[in-house]
């Protein structure tokens, strides 16, 4: 992850948090989220090693369909004693696959089957991607007619 999208996300939930509004959703692409060897970013309670099981699906994912766009949305900011690390458990894909297609490859493994897949009906106007520079995309615009959109998430 880019310094500026890591100042982007830190001023975006601590802006959150001191005026409590909690219906934003942030999505970082997979690979800026998914880094195994950068520590601010936690995947299901993962911060460094584990990472590589999740983008092994999701590379699994990628060479059935290499047009797909998989996401991952936070959920909020930890500080840990003096570091700060942002949190995810959710992946939000966009595919040209059938849902029953994901579900066989996200169910496939035995040691991080999902808590949750299913189809995602309509992206929130208040759902934003933030890009390399850190800049703000609003979601919807990132929508096709020509893919589905899934989400996958482990509790």
């Known amino acids: 992850m880019t ?9 975006l939930l601590k802006a959150d948090k001191m005026n409590r509004n909690y219906t934003n959703n942030y999505w970082f692409t997979y690979k800026d989220f998914l880094d195994p060897t950068d520590d601010f970013t936690d995947f299901q309670c993962e911060r460094l090693t584990g990472k ?10 990628l060479s059935i369909d290499g047009t797909a766009k998989i996401f991952v949305q936070v959920y909020g900011l930890e500080e840990d004693n003096i570091e700060q690390y942002i949190c995810a458990d959710t992946l939000i894909i966009f595919s040209k696959l059938s849902f029953y297609d994901i579900k066989q490859i996200f169910n496939e493994p035995q040691d991080i089957f999902p808590s949750d897949l299913g189809e995602e009906i309509a992206i929130s106007q208040g759902t934003f991607f933030i890009d390399d520079n ?22």
């Open 3 to 11: 310094n500026q999208q890591k100042g982007t996300i830190l001023t």
């Open 52 to 61: 590589q099981a999740y983008i092994a699906l999701i590379e699994k994912l």
């Open 134 to 155: 850190g800049t703000l995309i609003p979601s919807p615009k990132l929508l096709t007619d020509d893919y589905f959109t899934y989400y996958c998430w482990w509790d």
